[in-house]
Nanobody, 121 residues
Framework: VQLQASGGGLVQSGSSLRLSCTTS????????IGWFRQAPGKEREGIGC????????SVSDSVKGRFAISRDNAKNTVYLQMNSLKPEDTAVYYC???????????????WGQGTLVTVSS
């Protein structure tokens, strides 16, 4: 079982980025994928999830209206579209596998290697 987050980079405030979580070793249709982020000196924060069994998504209030989650099951990939990025979105972004949608880190695992997003002002 492997997950790999990618697509991070350095962008200016107000820009957009799309992160990918590429999965392998399991049937994505049967699981939930959660997106989390961890800013320097802060705890890991759950920002959204997608239930691949029915396609339902959920995002946290901190990113609602700016971030969206989608999937391409044929590519075993889940996406995090991030719009109107702010400096406070700067963090390492991770994806993890779970059995139900949650913003709680221990509900997910294994985790992929994170990808760094830096938003400059």
């Amino acid at each position: 079982v492997q997950l790999q987050a990618s697509g991070g980079g350095l962008v200016q405030s107000g820009s957009s980025l799309r992160l990918s979580c590429t999965t392998s070793g399991f049937t994505l249709d049967y699981y939930v994928i959660g997106w989390f982020r961890q800013a320097p000196g802060k705890e890991r924060e759950g920002i959204g999830c997608i239930n691949n069994r029915d396609g339902r998504t959920s995002v946290s209030d901190s990113v609602k209206g700016r971030f969206a989650i989608s999937r391409d099951n044929a590519k075993n990939t889940v996406y995090l579209q991030m719009n109107s990025l702010k400096p406070e979105d700067t963090a390492v972004y991770y994806c993890g596998r779970g059995n139900f949608c949650s913003y709680n880190g221990p509900d997910f695992g294994p985790w992929g290697q994170g990808t760094l997003v830096t938003v400059s002002s």
